[in-house]
């Protein structure tokens, strides 16, 4: 599957409870049904892209975000943003982070 609709949906009750609204008063915004955010919401549904722009745009949330685990691209998104991260670290800091990393990484590998 090419996109992971539970996560999108995750992501977007995230942005909806983060602004306070309940699902009556955030789907009236968006202009669709409560029942069809609460399915987008639960991942059984999946927006057109003009609804989905609609509930980005009325959550105020950013598309690189919500989509970041949804996509099978994602990942790469997510891995530049930890590269970032590491970067803005002293060299120091950035070789222990790193060695956390490793470690975290060959643990999983051993599972």
Request: proline share 2%; with cysteine.
């Amino acid at each position: 599957m090419l996109l992971d609709s539970m996560s999108l949906g995750r992501k977007l009750k995230a942005y909806r409870a983060k602004a306070g609204w309940r699902i009556e008063e955030c789907s009236e915004r968006i202009g669709i049904s409560a029942r069809y955010l609460t399915d987008i919401e639960r991942g059984a549904k999946v927006p057109k892209l003009e609804t989905f722009i609609l509930i980005l745009n009325t959550l105020a949330a950013p598309a690189d975000d919500v989509l970041q685990d949804s996509l099978v691209a994602g990942y790469e998104a997510k891995s530049n943003y930890i590269l970032k991260k590491l970067e803005a670290l002293d060299v120091t800091r950035r070789k222990q982070a790193l060695d956390i990393l490793d470690g975290v990484i060959s643990s999983l590998k051993n599972d």
